[in-house]
């Protein structure tokens, strides 16, 4: 009862441990007690109490979170710093110097490659963005929900292929995303584009570990993207473009109702766990891509590069900020209003919402 009243006092009883002297005999061990059976655990409680004691627990884990997210933060800074030093050291020597001038950081492009971004790069650019954005936030809610807010039907169907509304808002997201990367694949290739995305030679891996040598040492890559991009960059893309993206969907198609259940061979070779396995660490890729694109974006002449893909000029003006910024109230627009009473109309027009 004293520890309870303890805990239901104002101020929390701080637990002062006496040192015992220099030679005297070890206090005894206290055994752990068991959960449950400690004189606490046997006091009827009041709810106050437990409260207390909840709000005790709430705060050391937040603390010890705090401590972690610190100390993790700490430890990274201490890594980033040491990888600086130790490459700004490295390219001291002549050996790294010759490897520098041999590969600057970037392949020859083929004969014939147009410089700049059309137009219909911008819109795809654009709307890949505006689709990813919310296909990576649709497809987190339906790993979280426990309880849909509806449920969505095929017209067609008697009753099986229902499925959450958030999973029919993430399936059509990802229709729309990929005809998008189909026409943009067609388009690179129709146009002559593709050469600034697809490695040509390969000495592009060693111009792009030339290239994140010099990002890392921060005496930066010369900055050439109107024209053609550093070969860190070009694989960056072509990974995205040409391996990401495609696995993304292939492990989602495995998952989805549109997988044909039925044939045993092709569902044995390939195992719906393995497209589970698949399908998270490439959303993680794509945040990861995101973050360090953007982070670059910004980082390596914000106007100019906003330029090349919003405004189509290679010119340092607010014009290309000015479009990017109107595409992202777009996004921020549609993650607000992408909730269970927009969706569901939309969803009711290609089949049946129902809300059980
Ligand atoms: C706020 C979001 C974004 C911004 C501000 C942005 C900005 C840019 C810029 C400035 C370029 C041209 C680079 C240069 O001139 O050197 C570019 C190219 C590119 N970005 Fe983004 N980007 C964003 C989101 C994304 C996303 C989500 C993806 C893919 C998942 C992506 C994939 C690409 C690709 C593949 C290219 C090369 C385009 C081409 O040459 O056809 N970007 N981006």
């Known amino acids: 009862m004293a520890a309870a009243s303890a805990l239901m006092s104002k101020r929390a009883p701080v637990a002062i441990e006496s040192v015992p002297p220099v030679g005297a005999p070890a206090p005894p061990v206290r055994e752990p007690v068991p959960e449950g059976t400690g004189p606490l655990d046997q006091t009827p409680v009041h709810q106050d109490a437990e409260d207390v004691r909840g709000n005790v627990a709430k705060t050391v884990g937040r603390r010890s979170r705090t401590t972690r997210l610190l100390l993790g933060s700490a430890g990274l800074l201490a890594v980033a710093l040491s990888a600086v030093l130790l490459t700004r050291w490295l390219v001291t020597f002549g050996f790294m110097q010759d490897f520098l001038s041999t590969y600057p950081g970037e392949t020859e492009l083929p004969g014939g490659a147009e410089p700049g971004f059309p137009a219909w790069v911008q819109w795809q650019h654009f709307f890949n963005f505006f689709l990813i954005v919310l296909i990576i936030r649709s497809g987190l809610q339906v790993r979280r929900e426990t309880r849909p807010p509806g449920y969505w039907t095929p017209k067609k169907s008697s009753g099986n292929g229902k499925i959450s509304l958030t999973l029919w808002f993430h399936l059509a997201l990802d229709i729309l995303w990929l005809l998008n990367g189909l026409v943009f694949v067609v388009l690179i290739f129709a146009t002559g584009h593709w050469m600034r995305l697809v490695p040509t030679t390969w000495e592009v891996l060693p111009n792009a570990l030339s290239a994140l040598i010099q990002y890392i040492s921060l005496d930066w890559p010369t900055e050439n993207g109107w024209v053609n991009y550093n070969s860190l960059q070009m694989l960056a893309y072509f990974v995205t473009i040409f391996i990401a993206a495609p696995l993304a969907a292939v492990s989602g198609a495995r998952m989805s109702g549109l997988w044909p259940r039925e044939a045993a061979t092709l569902n044995r070779i390939y195992p719906v766990e393995w497209a589970r396995a698949v399908h998270f660490p490439v959303m993680l890729y ?71």
């Not at 794509?286 to 982070?295: E, K």
């Not at 914000?302 to 910024?325: E, M, P, S």
């Open 286 to 356: 794509f945040i990861a891509f995101i973050i360090g694109h953007v982070a670059l974006v910004f980082a390596t002449g914000a106007l100019r590069n906003l330029n090349h893909i919003y405004g189509g000029q290679d010119a340092v003006n607010w014009v290309g900020f000015g479009i990017f910024f109107a595409s992202l109230l777009l996004v921020v627009g549609a993650w607000i209003a992408a909730r269970p009473v927009v969706l569901a109309p939309i969803a009711g027009i290609f089949g049946r919402v129902s809300s059980r």
